[in-house]
């Protein structure tokens, strides 16, 4: 199957809906989910949002000042809720809900028609999950794509402000990069612009990791920085608060990658163990670049580690063998280590949790190199006819679509929330923090 050569992950429904039966013969032939497939995406939904409630807002939460912990906690559960109601409303619909053009689909908005027996296809002829589970699952992504953008902007956006961010961005951004990486349409003109020339985004580098990387790049510089930025500490309040949301982070995420074969298979399997092994080896090479820049190895450092090294690997768990897997997770550990040290301070933008620096950064990375861990001298899955130079241009193509769509998109959302709400709380509430100034409570009474 064409779509399976080129390792695409989503074959993003056509959705086959099973047609009336017209006679017993029919009916017999209809592709019938199989319980395996479909307990297995099920799990790796639940997976998956173990990621970001309590996952992500843990990690995030432990990273900031202990007056803005609430605050943190509730922005992510409050955004990654918002995403859910407006894909089951209109995101689904915009996303994969049928033909339309190169960057958006049409149809099945509230999610209408669609039935306890309709089936979406999967990768193999003629094996199919619920429709149900993938719209479940692709709700997930989008919910812990736009939860990602708020490490950009903690302890000085408002509350409001990101609310209204959060419902502009995922229809102008994530609706159309989810449709242009992942939609198979009927003909060129209405598959997805990126799927359409052959990307391989297995699980979502460009979709979910440059996405959120970029759009909290341009949010940091719409917010500016923090009061006293780069001029007092402003340490993590809980490094074991950090911690344990990177385990969270790391066990959901086999669901984000495996989970994204769609069916419980062999690309699944590999999928898993790419997600092992790339986790590891950015855990240990960003601790290796702290103390080549001399620097003690350190918690939070293995912590960001981890992160790089599972965005990395997002584009291409099933496109590696297990040794692409480990270059990819160190290469995004060392360099993304490299960029938050040394090049942000310089730059002087104040991305708070480093979201572009770890999800923008190795979101490109292993994107770009996706390419690369598809040869077979690295136990890529690549064919002895695979053109490594024409797929490279492709991934690069489709890098620089995902980075300019994000950066626009963001800017226009961010501009009508600032019209609309104000940005950035005053600074006797960001001095305050944002928990009692906002929320009017306290993560920790004592």
Same mark, same amino acid.
């Given at each position: 199957?064409?779509?399976?050569k080129?390792?695409?992950?989503?074959?993003?429904?056509?959705?086959?809906l099973?047609? #009336?039966?017209?006679?017993?013969?029919v009916?017999a032939e209809?592709?019938? #989910?199989? =319980?395996g497939?479909?307990a297995?995406?099920?799990?790796?939904?639940?997976?998956?949002?173990?990621?970001?409630?309590p996952?992500?807002?843990?990690?995030?939460?432990?990273?900031?000042?202990?007056?803005?912990?609430?605050?943190v906690l509730?922005?992510?559960?409050s955004?990654a $809720?918002?995403?859910?109601?407006?894909w089951?409303m209109?995101?689904?619909?915009l !996303?994969f809900?049928?033909?339309?053009?190169?960057?958006?689909s049409?149809?099945?908005?509230?999610?209408?028609g669609?039935t306890?027996?309709?089936?979406?296809?999967t990768?193999?002829?003629?094996?199919?999950i619920?429709?149900?589970?993938?719209v479940?699952?692709?709700?997930?992504?989008?919910?812990?794509t736009?939860?990602l953008?708020?490490g950009?902007?903690v302890?000085?956006? =408002?509350f409001s402000?990101l609310m209204v961010?959060?419902? @502009?961005? @995922?229809?102008?951004?994530?609706?159309?990069?989810a449709?242009?990486?992942?939609y198979?349409g009927?003909?060129?003109?209405?598959t997805?612009?990126?799927?359409?020339w052959?990307?391989?985004?297995?699980?979502?580098?460009?979709?979910?990791h440059i996405?959120?990387?970029v759009?909290?790049?341009?949010?940091?510089?719409?917010? %500016?920085?923090r009061?006293?930025?780069?001029?007092?500490?402003? #340490?993590?309040? !809980?490094? $074991?608060?950090?911690?344990?949301?990177? %385990?969270l982070?790391?066990?959901g995420?086999?669901?984000f990658n495996?989970? $994204?074969?769609?069916?419980?298979?062999?690309?699944?399997?590999?999928?898993?163990?790419?997600?092992?092994?790339a986790t590891?080896?950015?855990v240990?090479f960003?601790?290796?670049?702290?103390?080549?820049t001399?620097?003690?190895?350190s918690?939070?450092?293995?912590?960001?580690?981890a992160?790089?090294g599972?965005?990395a690997?997002?584009p291409?768990a099933?496109n590696?063998?297990?040794?692409?897997?480990?270059?990819?997770g160190? /290469?995004?550990?060392f360099?993304?280590?490299?960029f938050?040290?040394?090049? =942000?301070?310089?730059?002087?933008?104040?991305?708070s949790?480093d979201?572009?620096g770890?999800?923008?950064?190795?979101g490109?990375l292993? $994107?770009v @190199?996706?390419?690369?861990?598809?040869?077979?001298?690295?136990?890529?899955?690549?064919g002895?006819?695979?053109? /490594?130079g024409?797929?490279?241009?492709?991934q690069? =193509?489709s890098v620089?679509?995902?980075v300019?769509?994000?950066?626009?998109?963001s800017?226009?959302?961010?501009g009508?929330?600032?019209?609309v709400?104000?940005?950035?709380?005053?600074?006797?509430v960001?001095?305050? %923090?944002l928990?009692? %100034?906002?929320?009017?409570?306290?993560a920790y009474?004592?």
């Amino acid at each position: 199957m064409q779509l399976r050569k080129w390792g695409v992950a989503f074959l993003p429904a056509f959705l086959c809906l099973a047609a #009336p039966a017209l006679g017993q013969e029919v009916a017999a032939e209809a592709p019938v #989910p199989d =319980k395996g497939d479909t307990a297995w995406m099920l799990t790796a939904t639940v997976l998956v949002m173990l990621m970001i409630v309590p996952g992500l807002a843990l990690f995030y939460g432990g990273l900031v000042r202990t007056k803005n912990m609430a605050s943190v906690l509730t922005q992510v559960i409050s955004v990654a $809720s918002l995403a859910m109601i407006m894909w089951v409303m209109v995101g689904y619909g915009l !996303s994969f809900g049928g033909d339309w053009n190169q960057f958006l689909s049409t149809g099945k908005f509230f999610l209408a028609g669609m039935t306890s027996d309709s089936t979406a296809a999967t990768f193999t002829e003629g094996v199919v999950i619920p429709e149900f589970v993938f719209v479940a699952f692709q709700m997930t992504f989008s919910a812990i794509t736009v939860a990602l953008v708020v490490g950009g902007l903690v302890e000085r956006m =408002k509350f409001s402000a990101l609310m209204v961010f959060a419902l @502009l961005w @995922l229809v102008i951004v994530y609706y159309p990069i989810a449709h242009m990486v992942w939609y198979a349409g009927a003909d060129e003109a209405t598959t997805g612009l990126i799927f359409g020339w052959g990307a391989l985004d297995f699980a979502g580098g460009t979709v979910v990791h440059i996405n959120a990387g970029v759009s909290a790049l341009v949010g940091a510089i719409f917010l %500016g920085k923090r009061i006293g930025y780069l001029k007092e500490p402003m #340490p993590p309040h !809980s490094l $074991s608060m950090t911690l344990i949301g990177t %385990g969270l982070l790391w066990c959901g995420w086999f669901g984000f990658n495996a989970g $994204s074969a769609l069916e419980s298979n062999g690309v699944a399997s590999l999928a898993l163990l790419n997600t092992f092994t790339a986790t590891a080896a950015g855990v240990l090479f960003w601790m290796l670049a702290e103390k080549v820049t001399g620097h003690n190895g350190s918690l939070l450092g293995a912590c960001s580690g981890a992160i790089a090294g599972l965005v990395a690997v997002t584009p291409a768990a099933g496109n590696s063998g297990p040794f692409g897997a480990i270059l990819l997770g160190a /290469l995004a550990g060392f360099v993304c280590c490299l960029f938050v040290m040394q090049m =942000k301070p310089k730059l002087g933008f104040d991305d708070s949790l480093d979201v572009f620096g770890i999800h923008g950064v190795a979101g490109i990375l292993g $994107s770009v @190199l996706t390419a690369v861990t598809m040869l077979p001298a690295l136990g890529g899955p690549g064919g002895e006819d695979y053109a /490594l130079g024409a797929q490279l241009w492709i991934q690069v =193509k489709s890098v620089l679509v995902a980075v300019v769509w994000a950066a626009v998109g963001s800017a226009i959302a961010f501009g009508l929330a600032k019209l609309v709400t104000g940005l950035r709380v005053s600074p006797d509430v960001e001095r305050e %923090g944002l928990d009692l %100034g906002e929320h009017g409570e306290r993560a920790y009474n004592y």
